[in-house]
């Protein structure tokens, strides 16, 4: 089968990607903009292999999304393109608007003139899979989940992008027939995630000896899922999911900000102790908080469990280890990503 990703030089991309082409025998059509958080560095392991393929390709362009369907003929679309960092949608909204919204939009009528020229055994196999985010739904109190029935509450100029993203593919198989599927997953971690998201920068302010900050007072609750878990999730949700459905990914890990940078700077006094036999910790800064910064994020992910078979594999204690030591091999990879240091001078929520 061939798969069509959107942004597949991104953080999650590049592991579905990754995963597509070393687990797989389907062949994967990346199309990525190649933006500040795009980087073909990603996919080195398999840029050679002849079942994948990269354009370098907006997708607010039509002429050129045209293009790439005719030309490759995709049985599936998984979508993953879109700006995605919180900070930067609240310094400056226009590009949120334009690649989560429009660049949807035009995605979604691409592929619906695609998808009415097949034949009616290649219609049954087509699927658009449309990957967004639990901010969509808002923010919780102490209690409570994110089911595929919360109303939707988005806070931030980001999360409303994706939320009208949400309704734009829903609006599509309700009103076109289009076959969709939705997932909304929980803050992702895990090798190769730009270093503006918070585990890397705690991480590396970590190594570079500087203030470790932290919004607030660091209790925000986020659910943390690994990267790898997530892809095949998706993919389970490709193969397995009901076409006009919404699928919750997480993965069961609530923890508080602070609880996460205390966690990675103990690991860090394991694996990489500092010449001054100072801990980590003791480089934590609290900084002011947010503009509507949500309070916690938490996923029931009770559907796909129970409906489609996925659950994560990795316990946050394990994924967060195999995390550090990634970085700890790659400190380059950062480096060369971030030559202006604008990731590295941002805090992110992950």
Not at 53 to 59: A, P, R, V, W, Y
Not at 104 to 126: I, P
Not at 259 to 275: A, G, M
Not at 281 to 298: L, M, T
């Amino acid at each position: 089968m061939k798969i069509l990703v959107t942004g597949g030089a991104g953080f999650i991309g590049s592991a579905l990607v990754r995963f597509i082409i070393n687990n797989t025998n389907h062949t994967a059509i990346n199309v990525d903009k190649l933006t500040y958080a795009g980087h073909l560095e990603s996919l080195e392991e398999v840029k050679n292999n002849k079942r994948y393929h990269f354009e370098k390709t907006d997708i607010v362009d039509r002429e050129a999304m045209e293009q790439i369907f005719n030309t490759y003929q995709p049985a599936a679309v998984m979508h993953l393109a879109a700006e995605s960092h919180v900070d930067r949608s609240i310094d400056g909204s226009a590009d949120f608007i334009r690649t989560n919204i429009v660049g949807s939009h035009t995605l979604l009528e691409v592929s619906k003139l695609y998808f009415e020229q097949l034949d009616t055994d290649q219609q049954k196999q087509f699927r658009f899979l449309h990957v967004s985010t639990d901010e969509v739904y808002g923010a919780l109190g102490d209690t409570g989940l994110f089911k595929e029935t919360t109303p939707y509450d988005p806070r931030s100029p980001y999360s409303a992008s994706k939320a009208s993203s949400d309704h734009l593919v829903r609006a599509w198989h309700h009103t076109y027939g289009f076959p969709v599927l939705i997932t909304n997953c929980s803050n992702n971690y895990g090798p190769y995630q730009f270093p503006e998201k918070l585990i890397p920068v705690v991480i590396l302010k970590a190594l570079q000896k500087k203030e470790i900050p932290v919004y607030g007072d660091g209790k925000n609750v986020r659910d943390w899922l690994f990267v790898d878990d997530h892809v095949e999730a998706l993919l389970t949700v490709l193969n397995k999911g009901i076409t006009g459905e919404t699928y919750n990914i997480g993965g069961h890990t609530e923890k508080q900000n602070i609880e996460v940078v205390k966690t990675i700077c103990s690991i860090l006094d394991d694996l990489k102790p500092r010449n001054d036999q100072r801990k980590y910790s003791e480089q934590i800064s609290f900084v002011k908080d947010r503009p509507g910064h949500d309070w916690r994020y938490a996923i029931d992910a009770s559907k796909i469990e129970d409906d489609l078979g996925w659950k994560p594999k990795e316990t946050f204690e394990t994924g967060i280890k195999k995390t550090v030591k990634w970085y700890l091999g790659n400190v380059n990879w950062c480096e060369e990503v971030t030559e202006n240091n604008y990731g590295l001078e941002r805090l992110g929520t992950g």
